[in-house]
C-alpha cells in the first residue's frame, strides 16, 4: 500500500534533474578541446598550408621564392623520383610483413600463455624505448659490421651465397645493402606492430578457443577461424602503425643503407637541407602523403575491419 | 534402456589444482538419453566434472567412457560430445547461421544449408540467421548455442549453468523450451546449475554435489522427499530440522524424543544408524505441516507428529502463507500453508499446535553440520 501512495510523487523529479548540468556544461566539451585544436592549428594545419604553397613556388634561394602555381613540380619530382618511392613501399611492406610474422607470435605468447611473465615481457617489448632511435640504429651498424660475428655466421652457413643472388645482399657485406636496411626497419618498428596486436589478442575470450575446440576443430584451425579473425583490429593496427612511419623513414636508409637504397625519406631530406630546393621537396612530401593515404585506405576498406566487434 | 551408447561412465574421476582437490574421486553413470542435473554451489567441482567430460580440463585420476570408448586421452575435437557454454561463448564475428554451421564445416561437411536451416528452426531462429550475436537478445544467443552443439548430434550434450545470464521468465520459459528440445531429439543432457528449481524442473536424475563429492543421487522426488544429509535437505528447497534422540525402536518405526515432544519417524527413512539413546536429527518440509490453533488442538486426529509453538511472524505470498514459529525444539520452525481455508487467529503471538503425518518425517545423522547448505543458497542468491 505505501508503495502505491509514494510513487506519483516521486515521478517528476527525474524529468527535471538531467536538463539542470546539461545547461550548466553546455560549454564545457569545447573548452576541453581548444587545447588541443589550437595545438592542431599552430603544428599541424599551418605548416601544411606553408608546406602546399611553397609546393607550387619556383625562383631560387638568392632570389626569393613566388607562388606562381607551378604543379609541373610535382610531375617532375614523381618522374626523377619514383625508383625511390617504389623502393620505399617495398622496404616498408616487407619491415611490415616481418614485423607480422616476427610479433604474432609474440604477442599471441603474452596475451594468451605468459601468466605471470606477461608484464615483464611487455616491459622487454618497449624497453628499446628508453634508448635514442639514433643510438639503436647505430648499433645494428656494430651488429651487421663486415666480418663481424653475424656476417660471419650466415656466410658460415651460405646464407649469403643465397641473398647475395637474390640481390639483397653484396658478396661479403650486410651492411649498405637493401637487408641491412629492411632488418633496421624491422627491429625499430617492431614494438609498434607487437603493442596493438597483444591488446586485441588479450581482448579474445578464452572460451571461443575452447567452444571452437569443442566444435572439431583442432588447435590450428581454431586459431585460423577463430583467433585470427578476431585479432584482426590489432593486424590492421599494428601493419599501419608499421608500415607508415618506415615507409617515410630515412635514418635506417642512412645509416645501413649505401646510395643504392635510398628510400624517400632521404631524398625529401636531401632536397630541404643540402640541395635546398623547397619546391621539389614540399612536392615530394605531398606525394608520399596522399600515396600512403590512397594505400591505406584501399588496405582498410579490403580488411573490413569496421564489420568487427 | 538396452542402448547403452551414449552412456556417460565416469569411473574414480578426480581433479586437483596443487593442493586443492576440486572434484574427490567419483564414480557415475548417466544413462543413455537421460537428463542429469549436476546441482551445487559455486566451487563444488560440477563445473570441473562436466570440462573433464568435455575434454576441457584433464582428470588427475580415473577415466571417461562415452558408451563402450574410453575417451580419457581424446583431445576436445575428437570427443563426440558438445557444450552449451557458460554465456554462450559464440563466434562474434561469425553471423548466425555460421555460428550453428561451424561443427559441420569443421567435419568436412559441404552442403549445411539444409541441416543448419532445420535446427535453426527447431530452436525458433529461422528469421535471424544473417544476425550478429551481439543483435540478439539473451534468450536468443542461448538457443543459438543450443543449436551449434546440438547440429552435430552429439552422444552426449554438456550444458554448463546455459540459463545463469537470463532473466527469471525467460528462465523459466527456456527451462521448459530445453527439456522439450531433449525429449525431442533424445541426446543425453547433463545440465550444470546452482539452481536447485531449475534442475528439478528438467532433470529425470539429479546429483547433488558439495565439496567436490556427490552427497546424493536420484530422482528430484526422491531427494526432496527423502534427503540422505542435511546438506542436500536444506539446499533442495527448505527443511526443518530437530536435534533429537532416540527414545525407542519397534518394527518400522522410530520413536525419538525432541524437548518434551515424541515424535515418529519411518525407519526405512532414516538414513542414519538409530540405537537407543543415541542422537538423530529428524526433517519435516514446512509444506507437509498443518498449523491448528491451540484452541483446536483437540481436533487434531492422533497418531501424528505434534509440536506446539508460537506464531513468532506470517508473510502472505499468493498461493500459501509463510509461517515462522517459535518452538521449544527449534527457533524458526518455517510452515508453509496452502491458502484454501484462512484461519483469522493465526497471526504472530498465536498459540498453535504444528502436527503431521509421521510417514513425512525423515532421519538424519546427528554428526552432521546442521545449517550445511543454507549458506551456499544465500551466497548464491547475493551473487
Known sequence: MTTVTEAPPLAPTPVEEPRRPRRRGRHVPYWLLLPGILWLLVFFALPMVYQASTSVQTGSLEEGYKVTWHFATYWDALSEYWPQFLRSVLYAGVATVLCLLLGYPLAYLIAFRAGRWRNVILVLVIAPFFTSFLIRTLAWKTILADGGPVVGALSTLHVLDVTSWLGITAGERVLATPLAVVCGLTYNFLPFMILPLYTSLERIDGRLHEAAGDLYAKPFTAFRKVTFPLSMPGVVSGTLLTFIPASGDYVNADLLGSTDTRMVGNVIQTQFLRILDYPTAAALSFILMAAILVMVTLYIRKSGTEDLV | ?383
Open chain 2, 1 to 383: 534402456m538396452t542402448d547403452t551408447n551414449g552412456d556417460v561412465r565416469l569411473s574414480g574421476i578426480s581433479k586437483t589444482y596443487g593442493s586443492f582437490t576440486a572434484v574427490h574421486p567419483l564414480d557415475l553413470t548417466v544413462p543413455q538419453g537421460s537428463f542429469f542435473a549436476l546441482l551445487g554451489a559455486s566451487g563444488c567441482g560440477k563445473t570441473t566434472t562436466l570440462r573433464m567430460i568435455a575434454g576441457l580440463e584433464e582428470p588427475t585420476t580415473g577415466t571417461v567412457s562415452l558408451g563402450d570408448q574410453d575417451v580419457t586421452a581424446l583431445p576436445p575435437y575428437k570427443r563426440p560430445v558438445n557444450t552449451v557454454f557458460q554465456s554462450y561463448a559464440l563466434f562474434p564475428h561469425l553471423d548466425v547461421f555460421e555460428n550453428v554451421a561451424f561443427g559441420l564445416r569443421r567435419r568436412g561437411i559441404k552442403s549445411v544449408k539444409k541441416q543448419v536451416e532445420e535446427m535453426l528452426d527447431l530452436v525458433q531462429l529461422g528469421e535471424q540467421a544473417r544476425k550478429k550475436p551481439h543483435q540478439l537478445s539473451g534468450g536468443q544467443q542461448q538457443r543459438v548455442a543450443v543449436a551449434r552443439a546440438l547440429i552435430n548430434h552429439p552422444k552426449v550434450l554438456l550444458l554448463d549453468e546455459p540459463l545463469g545470464a537470463l532473466d527469471l521468465k525467460l528462465r523459466r520459459q527456456m527451462q521448459l523450451e530445453l527439456k522439450r528440445i531433449q525429449t525431442e531429439v533424445g541426446i543425453t543432457f547433463i545440465h550444470v546449475t546452482h539452481d536447485q528449481e531449475e534442475a528439478m524442473t528438467m532433470a529425470d536424475t539429479v546429483a547433488v554435489m558439495n565439496a567436490g563429492r556427490v552427497e546424493q543421487l536420484g530422482s528430484p522426488a526422491e531427494l526432496y522427499e527423502n534427503p540422505q544429509s542435511t546438506f542436500v535437505a536444506n539446499f533442495l528447497g527448505t527443511s526443518n530440522l530437530i536435534k533429537a534422540e532416540v527414545d525407542a525402536k519397534s518394527g518400522d518405526e522410530i520413536v525419538v524424543k525432541a524437548a518434551d515432544s515424541k515424535l515418529l519417524l519411518p525407519a526405512a527413512r532414516c538414513s542414519a544408524p538409530a540405537s537407543t539413546g543415541g542422537k538423530v536429527l529428524v526433517g519435516i518440509r514446512p509444506e507437509k505441516i498443518s498449523l491448528t490453533h491451540a484452541d483446536d488442538a483437540g481436533s487434531i486426529p492422533d497418531g501424528r507428529n505434534r509440536i506446539t509453538g508460537t506464531i513468532a511472524d506470517t508473510s502472505f505470498i499468493g498461493v500459501s502463507t509463510q509461517y515462522v514459529v517459535d518452538t521449544p525444539v527449534c527457533d524458526e520452525f518455517a510452515v508453509y500453508a496452502q491458502n484454501i481455508e484462512r484461519d483469522a487467529r493465526l497471526v504472530p503471538g498465536a498459540e498453535v499446535v504444528l502436527h503431521w503425518s509421521p510417514a513425512h518425517t525423515f532421519g538424519l545423522d546427528a554428526a552432521q553440520d546442521i545449517d550445511a547448505g543454507i549458506e551456499s543458497v544465500e551466497e548464491e542468491a547475493a551473487a
